[in-house]
Each structure stands twice: as structure tokens, then as C-alpha cells.
């Protein structure tokens, strides 16, 4: 046999060079996409068998899980159906009998006189005690070389082929020549400050821990590094954003105090608060990153509203993005009502012009904004001859002319707010002075975005708004480079949903109660988890939902179905006939999930509801009690267990949001929030996103860190920028 190599391993040797690896371990590990030497160290147990209680032979307790040490005083190889080797172990205190099936060759490797190792539960036959199939190895002197007995026995994920035992075994001896030599890439003072191990001591302890201690320091050290490498990288994108100068924007009191004069309510004390937040970001010189979180109903769009008029105010344009077009032509409604009765003060132009714009405009100028002010459906009235603000819509479905118009306002600044979806920034939208972006329910608003603002010429506030409420560790993971806001109280008077589950054969009841409500004028949403009947998933589609309660149920009543499979034009139509009680019930898949107001809209039934996240199911119920009416959320689960019981008893019990999103991520893990809705997001291997004190220490340490090197671009931080750059490469890839 090739004499191994003389060379030391390192890290980014392939696994072919490590001495004595069989070729078909080679390749079941690369199977498992474990190519590298490092591969290996980073392929970290999944758990760890507590083998370390070593007790004389006499003491062990039937029933318990024990590790004993001593010498093979008898063994033999005993005939029957199953072949069974017998091998009596004897210490100073006593004998114990191990019983090996199906392994006649135990025989040889345990002759009488060899001093062993054993491991495994203690058990009773015929009165005696004797350990079946344990685990075992030849006995040696200094404990640490102990790999598969007495001590925290790692038990890594494997695939078919590979023993346990052969894996441990090979990774035991890369970790003895590997891990200590492995570069240290966090800086010493962030280890000092945090209290954490050092890399390679982590690295050894995590796969062959001496004690349930250093196990929970070495998966500290490791996780926290995870924590690290995702908030540096949110942390430089903030960075790179507020990187540029921002406008400074004034606070206009009177103006502000002109929109609460307009408003039928008084603003809620979380709405003050968030807009105080707002307020101070926008007089800064540095560009707003905000990210705006409450639940559905808490009232986010007037703290919008509030924030892009003191945007106006100072002379800029705002733009408010929603995800849909039929959001965004509600919100233009909505907005337009609202702020078209505000005066702005138009002095930045005056000033800056020495006479009004007005007075500027030539006859076609003039002639082309009142052709403007008629698309808009604006009068003199409701524009206040100008003097309101002015708002514009720019969806895809204006004709040509319409649009060109729109978009030549909105570069001469006759249009101060526009709205629309993602073609405003996408498109050739050219802006006048664009100053505050809002965006409105919407999960990714990235680096890619933000370029694309930069590249019209402006470096705008921006303010993001979600109703999808995620618990705090996950903010700074996937909001961490936004600052946050919370509106944390919702308007005065609301109704509570009527909220619960029934079973399956409860149907007819749910029917009955749904058919009670049309009479009475309302509509109902019914939610299904799948578009169409699947033979593979045995789950309510809509399709079929529809065809039975159109043809079955509801024969005399009017029902549309929505799906993500329809055309955006076809969605927005079925949207906006619901809306306008051509029908009464709406079959829908979780496309509903943000939608427009229907606060006719009285009961929402979620069929196989278990499929369902708790943050989810709530969106959902957020369809109703839009209105004055009383309104119902039942929850029907296609198969219930013990645990979609807990869940939707939660969401029966309770309509807070962040409690439902942090019991979500409880019972179910962050996949729900990683999975479909946010992608980009890495894998986490080591580090709980529940573990909030290591993620605002990762936090602290990546501030402190690129407080002093931005690029890490210092040559003492060009490992640790290694490791960022490649842990988001396969972030990336993930997502
Ligand atoms: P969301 O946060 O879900 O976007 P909206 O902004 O659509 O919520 O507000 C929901 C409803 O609550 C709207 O009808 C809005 O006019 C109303 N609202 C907002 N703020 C208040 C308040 N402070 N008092 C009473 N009603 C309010
Ligand atoms: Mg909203």
C-alpha cells in the first residue's frame, strides 16, 4: 500500500489524502456533499450519546444507560435462529454478560483476557443483568482517545453505507490533527468581549466534547460565528445605503397638525410614537432605513401618509409602492381623499424660482396640467387649486397617453406622491425630486432596489411596512439592516374575530351559519390550501371547493374562486367584482393573504387549516372584521394532530400577532419564515434564532467591527472576510 503522505493535512485537502479512508467511505461522504477535509470538521453531530457515567460492574443499575471497563473472561458463540455471541466482562467488583447479534466474528476481535470498553443500557434476563448489543472498543489507558464508549458519544447525520462507527473514527482522527491547527479568524477582541472559546478548541469540543459544559461553550462559539457572518453582512448593507448623504428634511408642526385636523380619529399613542421615530430619521442628513411593523389594522397607512407628507412639505416627492395594483389603486383612493385636503407649502420651488411654477407655465403648459387634473378625476375643489397635495396613480392598466402624461408630472414635479407597484422604480419613472419611498407590505426591498433609486439620482428616505409580524431575532436577521418601529397598539374599538376550530364533520353547521350571514347581506372567503385536486396530497383544493359549493351547497348564491395560477389582470377583476358585491362568496387559495379591504366581507372559513403557520392563519383572519360587522374566522383542519390542535386553539385564543408569530416559531421552527416567504436567508447549523442574547452580541461585535474596517479590508480582518463572503455565497445558493 502508497505510504500516507508526509505533508500535515489542512483544511482544504480533499478527503482521498487522509490516511486510512476507505474509498467507499470517500464516496458516501461526498455523496453527502462532504468533499473536504473542512467539510468534515464543519459536519457536526446531530447528537451525542451520554456514555460518560463510568461505574464498577457492581453498581450498574438495570434500567440505566452506563459505561463499564474490563476484561473479557469468557466468550462464546452460541447456535439458534439468530447466531449470538455471549461475552462475559468481568471487574474487580463483578461479571456481567454482553449479548452481540448476528456478529460471529466478535468471537476473534474479543478473546478472553482483552481489556474493553462497553456501553449501553442495562437490561435483565432471568434475573441476571446483561447489556444487549452495546457499544464497545479496546480499552486504552487515556480517556481523551476514547471514541465510541465512555464519554459523549457524537452521533453524526450519515448516509446509507457509511458506519457510525467508521465516520467517527475518521473524523475523531482529523479532529486530533486538524482542529488545533485550524486559523483563528475572529478578532481577539471580539472573542475577549463575547467570552468565547477559541475556533479549533470549538471545533474538537462540538464533535468529542469532554463535558456537557464545554459542548455548550463550543456550540456558543460556533453559533455566535453564524450570527456574525449574517449581520455583518446586513450590517455593511445598511451601511452602504446611509453610506451617502440624505436629505434633511423639516418637521412642518402645521402641516402635520393640518393632517390630524382632516382625520375622522386621533392618533393611537404607537402611531405618535412611530411617527416621532420617522420624523427624527427624516431630519437627519443620512437616508432613513425603517422598517415600520404592526398588525394587520393597526393603522400603518396614515403613519405613511403622515411621513410622506412632511416629505411634500419640504419641497419633495413621495412614492408609495404596493405589492399588487388593486393595493395600490386603493391606497391612491385612499390617500388622495385624505391628503388632497392638506395644504402643502410650496415655497422650495418659489424660492428657489423667485415666482411660482404657476406663473412659469406657458398656455400649453397649462393646458396640458388641467389635462392632468381631469385623468386624475382631480377638481379644483379636492385640489384646492394646487395647492393640496397631489397625488397620482401609475398602474399598468393606464392607456398609453395616460401614462406618458402621468409620467411627464411626475418629472416636472406637478405630481408630489405617486402610487403604484414595483414599476415605479423599476420602469422609467424620471423624478423630479424624489425625497421618501414607502413600501407597502412588502418582503424584499433589497440592495437590488435601492441601486436602481440611486441610478434615477436620488438617495430618498425609505420606509418599509409588513403586517407580517416576526419575532425579534428574525428582524435582525432579515430586517437587520433597517431599523425598526413597531406599532404595538391597535386603534380603539375594534371587534374581536370570532374565532374557532371544528372538525371535518362539522361542515354542514359551518355551512349553515355561512348561508345566515349572506342573508343577511354580508360575503364570506373560504381558503383552501391547494389550487387543484392533487393525487399525491390528499388536501381541499379550491377547485374542487368551488365546484362543490357553487353546484352542492350554494347553488342559489353567487361564488367566484381566486388562485395564484390566474393572470394578475384576472385576479384584480375577480378582486374588485368581490369587492363590489357581484358575488358572495370568494374560493380562495393563500393568495388572499394581502388583499384589499372588503369590510363587507363577515366570515373567512380555512379549510385544512393545519397546513397553515400561525402567522399565516392570521393574515388570513385579517380578511374580515374589516367593517362594522361582526365577524367569524373558522378554522377547519383536514387532519388534526395534537399539535395543529395547539396551534389553532392558540389562534382561537389569542389575535395578537407577535404572541401567534413567537409560538409559531416555537412550534415550527423558523422554516415558515425562512421557507417560503423569505428566501436568501442562510441555513443556520449550529445557532437557535431563539437565542436573542448571542444574536444582539453577533450584532454588537459586527457594529464594532465595521465601525473600524467597513470593507474589511484591514489585513488582520481578511480571514474573517473570507468566511463572511463564502457563508453568503451558499446563502445565496440556498435561497
Ligand atoms: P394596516 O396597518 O393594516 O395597513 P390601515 O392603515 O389600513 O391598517 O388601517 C386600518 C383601519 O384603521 C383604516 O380604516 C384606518 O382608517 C383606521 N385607523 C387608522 N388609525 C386609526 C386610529 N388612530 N383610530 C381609529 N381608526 C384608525
Ligand atoms: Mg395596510
Request: proline letters at 6%.
Amino acid at each position: 500500500p502508497p505510504t500516507p503522505s508526509p505533508q500535515p493535512l489542512t483544511p482544504a485537502d480533499p478527503l482521498d489524502l487522509v490516511p486510512g479512508i476507505g474509498r467507499k467511505d470517500v464516496h458516501a461522504f461526498r455523496r453527502m456533499g462532504l468533499r473536504t477535509v473542512e467539510d468534515l470538521l464543519y459536519h457536526f453531530p446531530h447528537r451525542y450519546d451520554d456514555y460518560s457515567s463510568q461505574k464498577q460492574i457492581a453498581d450498574l443499575v438495570v434500567g440505566s444507560v452506563e459505561t463499564i471497563v474490563g476484561e473479557v473472561s469468557e466468550t462464546r458463540l452460541a447456535g439458534g435462529p439468530r447466531p449470538r455471541v455471549e461475552v462475559s466482562i468481568s471487574d474487580e467488583s463483578g461479571t456481567i454478560k454482553a449479548v452481540f447479534f448476528g456478529q460471529p466474528w466478535l468471537t476473534k476481535q474479543l478473546p478472553v483476557g482483552k481489556m474493553i470498553v462497553l456501553s449501553g443500557k442495562v437490561g435483565a434476563y432471568g434475573g441476571l443483568r446483561q447489556m444487549a448489543s452495546p457499544t464497545w472498543e479496546p480499552y486504552v489507558p487515556d480517556s481523551d482517545a476514547l471514541i465510541h464508549t465512555g464519554r459523549l458519544v457524537p452521533v453524526h447525520p450519515l448516509t446509507k453505507g457509511l458506519l457510525d462507527r467508521n465516520a467517527r473514527k475518521v473524523i475523531k482522527q482529523l479532529v486530533d490533527a486538524v482542529a488545533p491547527h485550524m486559523p483563528e479568524y475572529l478578532p481577539e477582541a471580539t472573542r475577549a468581549q463575547a467570552g468565547l472559546v477559541g475556533l479549533g478548541h470549538a471545533i474538537s469540543q462540538i464533535h468529542f466534547p469532554d463535558s456537557a459544559e464545554t459542548l455548550t461553550r463550543a456550540r456558543e462559539r460556533l453559533g455566535f460565528d453564524e450570527f456574525l457572518f449574517i449581520q455583518i453582512g446586513v450590517v455593511q448593507r445598511k451601511l452602504l445605503w446611509q453610506g451617502e448623504l440624505g436629505y434633511q428634511l423639516r418637521l412642518h408642526e402645521d402641516v402635520h397638525a393640518d393632517l390630524q385636523a382632516q382625520l375622522p380619529f386621533a392618533l393611537t399613542g404607537a402611531q405618535q410614537r412611530a411617527l416621532a421615530e420617522l420624523f427624527s430619521d427624516m431630519a437627519r442628513p443620512v437616508p432613513m432605513a425603517r422598517l415600520l411593523q404592526g398588525d394587520v389594522g393597526s393603522g400603518k397607512t396614515v403613519v405613511a401618509a403622515a411621513s410622506l407628507l412632511q416629505a411634500i412639505a419640504n419641497g419633495f416627492q413621495g412614492a408609495l409602492m404596493a405589492p399588487t395594483e388593486i393595493l395600490a389603486e386603493q391606497h391612491y383612493k385612499g390617500l388622495k381623499k385624505l391628503l388632497g385636503r392638506v395644504r402643502v407649502p410650496r415655497q422650495a420651488q418659489q424660492e428657489a424660482e423667485g415666482e411660482t411654477w404657476r406663473d412659469r407655465m406657458s398656455p400649453e403648459e397649462a393646458a396640458q396640467l388641467a389635462e392632468i387634473k381631469a385623468l386624475l378625476g382631480m377638481t379644483a375643489e379636492d385640489d384646492m387649486d394646487g395647492e393640496g397635495v397631489r397625488v397620482a396613480l401609475l398602474t399598468g392598466s393606464l392607456g398609453a397617453k395616460e401614462r406618458r402624461r402621468v409620467l411627464e408630472g411626475i418629472a416636472k414635479g406637478e405630481v408630489d406622491l405617486v402610487v403604484g407597484t414595483h414599476a415605479l422604480i423599476t420602469e422609467s419613472v424620471r423624478y423630479h425630486s424624489l425625497g421618501l419611498v414607502v413600501v407597502d407590505e412588502q418582503h424584499r426591498f433589497g440592495v437590488e432596489q435601492r441601486q436602481r433609486l440611486r441610478d434615477k439620482g436620488f438617495n430618498p428616505h425609505l420606509l418599509v411596512m409588513t403586517a407580517t409580524p416576526i419575532p425579534r431575532t428574525l428582524t435582525m436577521t432579515i430586517y437587520g439592516d433597517l431599523d425598526t418601529s413597531v406599532l404595538d397598539e391597535l386603534p380603539p374599538g375594534r371587534q374581536v374575530i370570532r374565532t374557532r376550530w371544528v372538525p371535518r364533520s362539522d361542515h354542514a353547521k359551518v355551512y349553515r351559519h355561512m348561508r345566515k350571514e349572506i342573508e343577511k347581506g354580508r360575503q364570506a372567503f373560504v381558503i383552501c390550501p391547494l389550487v387543484e385536486e392533487s393525487e399525491k396530497i390528499d388536501l381541499p383544493s379550491a377547485e374542487e371547493m368551488y365546484e362543490k359549493l357553487q353546484s352542492e351547497v350554494f347553488p342559489d348564491l353567487r361564488v367566484a374562486l381566486l388562485h395564484g395560477k390566474m393572470l394578475p389582470r384576472e385576479k384584480d377583476q375577480i378582486m374588485v367584482a368581490f369587492r363590489d358585491h357581484a358575488y358572495d362568496i370568494l374560493v380562495a387559495t393563500a393568495v388572499i393573504e394581502v388583499g384589499i379591504d372588503i369590510p363587507n366581507a363577515s366570515t373567512i372559513l380555512i379549510e385544512g387549516a393545519e397546513r397553515f403557520g400561525l402567522s399565516q392563519l392570521h393574515q388570513f383572519r385579517g380578511r374580515v372584521g374589516r367593517g362594522q360587522h361582526q365577524s367569524y374566522c373558522v378554522l377547519i383542519p383536514h387532519k388534526a394532530n395534537d399539535s395543529s390542535a395547539e396551534r389553532l386553539e392558540a389562534l382561537a385564543q389569542t389575535s395578537d400577532g407577535f404572541k401567534l408569530a413567537e409560538i409559531d416559531l416555537q412550534l415550527r421552527g423558523p422554516g415558515e419564515f425562512f421557507g417560503t416567504r423569505q428566501s436568501g436567508t442562510p441555513d443556520l447549523k449550529v445557532a437557535q434564532l431563539a437565542d436573542t442574547r448571542l444574536l444582539v452580541a453577533a450584532r454588537a461585535a459586527a457594529e464594532a467591527i465595521l465601525g473600524d474596517d467597513p470593507q474589511l479590508a484591514k489585513p488582520e480582518h481578511a480571514l474573517l472576510k473570507q468566511k463572511v463572503d463564502a457563508f453568503w455565497v451558499e446563502a445565496r445558493k440556498a435561497g
